[in-house]
């Protein structure tokens, strides 16, 4: 048990630094060289942040990598990115697995269900995104009733931030 206690948090930040490394590397691939230093300084804060440990460079990091995947989109000149729901759970986990190791760096262990969770949350997103992917795709009539419906989903995201906001 003491093994895996001093062996964990060196596997989170491995598995943490190893996703945000591939989240940079991909959207490069075929792309111009200022964005491959974008991602570099972004990999780079978010090592950094880890080894510190500075939680502070976390979110600066993650941020650096969703700018550069919205560049190379532009870039790219992409209209629909069919691997924007894998790359968004991938993105999610990143940012998580950051955060779990710098827990596990100060002692904390996350607990197996937690870690669990997430990975649920992680593919759950993906696979919910992808069909609404899928569903955008679907030639609709618009009109009224499709403005309207439009409408009522605005409300409900709205509203469901309003409630997660007063938590």
């Keep these: ?61 993650l941020g650096l990598l969703a700018v550069e995947y919205l560049v190379s989109l532009e870039v790219r000149r992409a209209p629909l990115d069919a691997a924007a729901p894998a790359y968004a759970g991938a993105f999610f986990l990143c940012a998580e697995l950051g955060w779990l190791g710098l827990e596990a760096r100060r002692g904390r262990l996350p607990w197996a269900r937690r870690v669990v969770i997430i990975a649920g949350l992680a593919l759950g997103g993906s696979t919910l995104a992808a069909l609404l992917l899928l569903l955008a795709a679907v030639p609709v009539a618009g009109g009224p009733p499709m403005t309207a419906l439009g409408v009522v989903a605005t409300i409900a995201v709205a509203a469901c931030l309003a409630w997660l906001g007063r938590r």
């Design 1 to 61: 048990m003491t093994r895996i206690r001093a062996a964990a948090p060196g596997a989170l930040m491995a598995a943490a630094v190893g996703l945000a490394a591939a989240l940079a590397v991909l959207p490069v691939l075929g792309t111009a060289p200022p964005l491959g230093a974008l991602a570099a300084v972004a990999v780079a804060l978010y090592v950094a942040g880890l080894a510190l440990p500075w939680a502070g460079a976390l979110p600066w990091a």
